[in-house]
């Protein structure tokens, strides 16, 4: 009796240590990408796991060994996501029409292949162009489409409002819905890059994504489908952002935004986090029942006109950071997503930022937690604060450094000490259970008093608090 007893405790205990491993890396690699049904605003698996997409663009790989490399230092440092567009040369899968190069097929397998091992979801974008113009063929104009060179289309505007050029997309669709359509390590499909670009005018733009949406979600059912808009950079955009976001269709609500010191916009001059997080705060403004992304961010020359000289001495990827930890601490989905994943990610080593907003998050499930995004800003500090149903959680940035100050006068950011926080009105005298500080210019933790009023640790640049009650 004993050892039978024995015996069933032995399966007990195997039966829950491999339900536990089921939760685990396997789990994530099996796992689609889905909306919380019962947080709509953040992402979880399909195995129940809350999921925060940490990432950045990886959008136009040179080679399969960039691809390689890139992949492997996002998984070193903990990020899950990456963005890639499949119409450039390396991914292409039509060198001219009607005709499909089954080799960029099979680097599109290296990749998720790549990806699944590594724990990284691929948001795939089908389409970048902007014209259909004769010539030759480059990222934004789709020459071999034109009539010019064999193809059926007069120009972008033919293509868009066409029947012929609406089941063309599709057509383009199922090809990729075939081969990856079951595939867990997408994330999902986004149909175009920045189409606001496209040479139409924006009501057929309007038009054609009310068809497309739902028809392309159709082919995925297991997959997102979204759509994406460019820099939100002018009030003109207003419009069609809030249009396109509304959609029921679009799953999910994507802002690019950059520091472009040519914009209309002053926001766009701020400083990084100011600029940021009024992108997600103009998304909010729409009442969306979605998740939001900071889905393209960075910093740009003039009128997007090349990547911004501060790259050149932000060795430390300060704008890297504030784009990861903005969006996330005022109610997006997940992290912001960077684009100069070449001119300044990997050229100055700052993956490991990823990193440190992976440890400032990890444990953290948004969806239970139900976080309401606040402002608790104080002459030092704008304090960015995640209220949530067990877990309060707190970025704060020096409100002196910004990337002015810093990568283009080249003052150094002060040690900021004796900073104290008092979150007692923001408590509802809930009674706290437990205080930490997380440094992640040290990556450091730190317990602390379990008080309402948080003593920081002498910090540079920016601090996170976390209060559990």
């Known amino acids: 009796m004993k050892k039978l007893l024995l015996v069933s405790l032995l399966l007990l205990l195997a039966s829950v240590a491999s339900e536990a491993a089921g939760k685990g890396k396997g789990s994530f690699a099996r796992s689609f990408v889905q ?51 499949l119409n450039t040369n390396l991914f292409e899968i039509e ?84 081969r990856y359509g079951d595939h867990p390590a997408v994330f999902g499909w986004e149909l175009w890059n920045e189409m606001n670009a496209v040479n139409t005018p924006e009501e057929h733009l309007r038009e054609w994504n009310v068809y497309m949406l739902p028809r392309v979600k159709e082919i995925f059912p297991k997959n997102l489908v979204m759509q994406s808009l460019g820099s939100l950079d002018r009030m003109s955009s207003f419009p069609i952002y809030e249009f396109i976001n509304q959609l029921p269709s679009n799953e999910v609500a994507q802002v690019h935004r950059y520091i472009d010191e040519g914009a209309d916009l002053a926001v766009c001059s701020a400083p990084t986090d100011s ?107 704008r304090v960015y604060v995640l209220k949530g149903t067990h877990t309060m959680l707190v970025w704060c940035r020096d409100v002196k450094s910004t990337w002015k100050s810093e990568l283009v006068d080249r003052i150094p950011a002060e040690v900021l000490s004796d900073i104290q926080l008092d979150f007692s009105s923001l408590l509802d005298g809930k009674k706290i259970k437990k205080v930490k500080t997380y440094d992640p210019w040290k990556d450091q933790w730190a317990k602390t008093d379990k008080d309402a009023v948080v003593d920081l640790p002498s910090f540079v640049r920016s601090m996170v608090v976390k209060i559990e009650y």
Request: contains cysteine; negative net charge.
């Open 95 to 178: 060198p001219r029409y009607g005709v499909v190069d089954t080799v960029k097929l099979l680097r599109i397998d290296r990749l998720l292949e790549l990806a699944s091992e590594y724990g990284i979801k691929i948001k795939f974008c089908i389409e970048s162009f902007r014209h259909i113009l004769p010539g030759e063929d480059k990222w934004d104009t789709k020459a071999y489409y034109h009539t010019s060179n064999g193809g059926p289309f007069e120009n972008a505007d033919d293509y868009i409002t066409s029947q012929q050029g609406r089941d063309e997309f599709l057509r383009r669709v199922k090809i990729f819905h075939d």
């Open 35 to 85: 909306v919380s049904r019962e947080n709509p605003h953040y992402f979880c698996l399909s195995d129940g796991q809350p999921y925060i997409p940490i990432g950045c663009n990886i959008a136009a790989m040179s080679s399969v060994e960039d691809m390689e490399h890139y992949l492997a230092e996002m998984h070193r440092y903990g990020a899950n996501f990456g963005r890639v567009w």
């Open 275 to 381: 600029m940021a997080s009024d992108a997600i705060a103009v998304l909010r403004g729409f009442n969306l029942n979605k998740p939001m992304l900071l889905a393209e961010s960075g910093a740009v020359k003039p009128v997007h006109t090349g990547p911004h000289p501060i790259y050149n001495v932000d060795t430390m990827g300060s704008v890297l950071h504030d784009v990861l930890f903005t969006p996330f601490f005022c109610g997006a989905a997940g992290s912001g997503h960077l684009w100069h994943w070449d001119h300044h990610i990997d050229k100055q080593n700052t993956w490991f930022q990823m990193g440190r907003f992976a440890h400032a998050v990890e444990g953290i499930n948004p969806i239970e937690e139900k976080f309401v995004p606040l402002r608790h800003d104080t002459d030092k500090l």
